[in-house]
């Protein structure tokens, strides 16, 4: 069993920039591959981000790659997902996952935090 909670959605104006944090407990968290994906309305859930259990390899959507980040910090069990130059087409409900296989997603899903992207 994996739980995770995300924080740190909210409103912003476009070209702002937030950090979404995923909390996890339960299963040993710094063994897994962890990622973000983001579910806009009336569309399906698509990948966002993903980094190994170092943290020394990360990949992005090409719709995010070279303004959003992830990170995580293992001694504290936390995932982040800084996100800058913020776009209206970002707007989406943001889901923390894991333990995911390369781009697959795990069986562990947060409750989602709300990012709004206002123009």
């Known amino acids: 069993q994996m739980q995770l909670v995300e924080s740190g959605g909210g409103l912003v104006q476009a070209g702002g920039s937030l950090r979404l944090s995923c909390a996890a407990s339960g299963q040993t968290f710094n063994s897994y591959r962890m990622g973000w994906f983001r579910q806009a309305p009336g569309k399906e859930r698509e990948f966002v981000a993903t980094i190994n259990w170092t943290g020394g390899s990360t990949a992005y959507a090409d719709s995010v790659k070279g303004r959003f980040t992830i990170s995580r910090d293992n001694a504290k069990n936390t995932v982040y997902l800084q996100m800058n130059s913020l776009k209206p087409e970002d707007t989406a409900v943001y889901y923390c996952?894991?333990?995911?296989?390369?781009?697959?997603?795990?069986?562990?899903w947060g409750q989602g935090t709300q990012v709004t992207v206002s123009s």
């Open positions: 996952n894991g333990p995911m296989k390369l781009f697959t997603p795990g069986a562990y």
